[in-house]
């Protein structure tokens, strides 16, 4: 940890998760990620290993089609009731040929196995942690990215046709979590705009969705993104409707069973070592953690009335020296892609600034911590007339600092602008 870093970290912790208060913790436990990943066999021993631990019960949930173990590891507080707690599950490396999420999850559970550090026990007494680390044992063996019925699981949550998305489904119907991780690696090669970088994808807003799923999920999304820029990590966060495929594991939780659920991708190449790989992980699965910790997840009870006091108004926080200023671009069309458009903002950071979202006719459709400060928006998402674009810019506590808007017409024959 950098000390600049560290010092970054103190001034946020006013909102800070208390397990992100040390401010090494992600790099403790990133330390334990090796150079080359886990086998199939190497990461069995180590579960048994593992089992030897108070605070993990490692089990099997069944076996895939050529026989390997598909296993589950629970992370609790043994003198605490799994019932007070929240639970959450994460799902690693669907696609066999994707180990940073495996390796990630095999580090967290090396460091809650052994660890006496304050935050992570307070941790452990409020949440469980239902870790999937090779939900693909037979494709890991393999190094490729379906299973050993040759299906790719990612898209197997409509039929839930194979042992290891069944085996899964059994896990969230026995345990019903609060949140779900669904952890991936992206190519390096990769064409496609939205793959050029970190991503996490959540739920985003739509009529048809509980207020609460999508208020906790740009929430969490909002404070990983400020984590992960504190940390040095570019992100970008998409939001998925109602309508998109429901055959991946991220939208069957969250569109289907309707919980808080995260899809995280990081990125391979440009020097990107299988430890940097799981550090991204890492700190997803701390500030998801944290969230259901410490945070409030469904509505506050209204506040009770109280009679006004008359007192001095406080003295207006100074300004920062170098405030954030933004202004929305006007779209254009995709090059890249047909039929979208993109979203652009002249973002002049200043000292206070974290992330930033572009919002459609007032919902969030992407947020990020990431220059060029774009996003590739499919016009068909658009209604028919007008529409309302904003960027909104955001410090660390998830204040808006500097906003703007652009009212345009956007249809699938090309752009229109208006004022
Ligand atoms: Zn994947």
Excluded at 377 to 390: H, N, T, W, Y
């Amino acid at each position: 940890m950098k000390l600049s870093r560290f010092a970054v970290l103190v001034g946020v912790l006013l909102w800070a998760p208390a397990v992100l208060a040390r401010a090494d913790i992600v790099e403790d436990i990133a330390s334990l990620v090796p150079a080359d990943p886990h086998s199939y066999a190497e990461t069995m021993t180590l579960l048994r290993q593992l089992n030897q631990s108070e605070r993990i019960r490692a089990v099997s949930l069944g076996n895939t089609s050529k026989g390997r173990t598909i296993a589950l590891a629970v992370v609790r507080d043994p003198r605490v009731s799994y019932r007070n707690t929240r639970k959450l599950l994460i799902i690693a490396r669907q696609h066999g040929n994707e180990p940073a999420g495996t390796e990630a999850v095999l580090a967290l559970l090396r460091h809650l196995a052994r660890t006496q550090g304050r935050a992570e026990l307070g941790l452990l007494k409020r949440v469980t942690i239902l870790a999937i680390p090779m939900a693909n044992p037979d494709g890991a063996s393999a190094m490729c990215r379906r299973n050993g019925a040759g299906v790719d699981l990612n898209r197997d949550w409509v039929a839930l046709s194979q042992p290891e998305t069944q085996a899964i489904e059994r896990v969230y119907e026995r345990w019903l979590p609060d949140a779900v991780m669904d952890l991936h690696e992206l190519p390096s090669a990769s064409k496609k705009a939205s793959y050029q970088e970190n991503f996490v994808e959540t739920i985003g807003t739509a009529a048809t969705l509980p207020a609460s799923l999508s208020r906790t999920t740009g929430e969490v999304s909002a404070r990983i993104s400020a984590w992960m820029g504190h940390y040095g990590i570019p992100l970008h966060c998409y939001y998925d409707t109602p309508d998109d495929d429901l055959r991946l594991c991220h939208r069957h939780f969250g569109l289907y069973h309707q919980v808080p659920s995260y899809l995280f991708e990081s990125k391979t190449g440009r020097g990107r070592s299988l430890r940097d790989r799981a550090e991204y992980h890492i700190l997803g699965m701390l500030v998801v953690a944290n969230h259901l910790a410490y945070h409030e997840v469904a509505p506050k009870p209204l506040p009770l009335p109280v009679t006004p006091t008359v007192t001095a108004p406080a003295p207006a926080p100074p300004p920062p020296a170098k405030p954030t200023k933004v202004r929305m671009l006007e779209p254009v069309a995709d090059e890249a892609r047909e039929g979208r458009a993109l979203l652009r903002a002249e973002v002049t950071p200043g000292e206070d600034f974290a992330y930033l979202t572009f919002e459609l006719n007032g919902a969030v459709v992407a947020l990020t911590n990431q220059a060029p400060y774009q996003y590739s928006m499919e016009i068909s998402r658009c209604q028919e007339g007008a529409q309302e674009l904003a960027v909104r810019c955001y410090d660390a506590s998830g204040r808006c600092i500097a906003y703007d808007t652009r009212a345009v017409r956007l249809d699938n024959a090309g752009l229109v602008m208006g004022e």
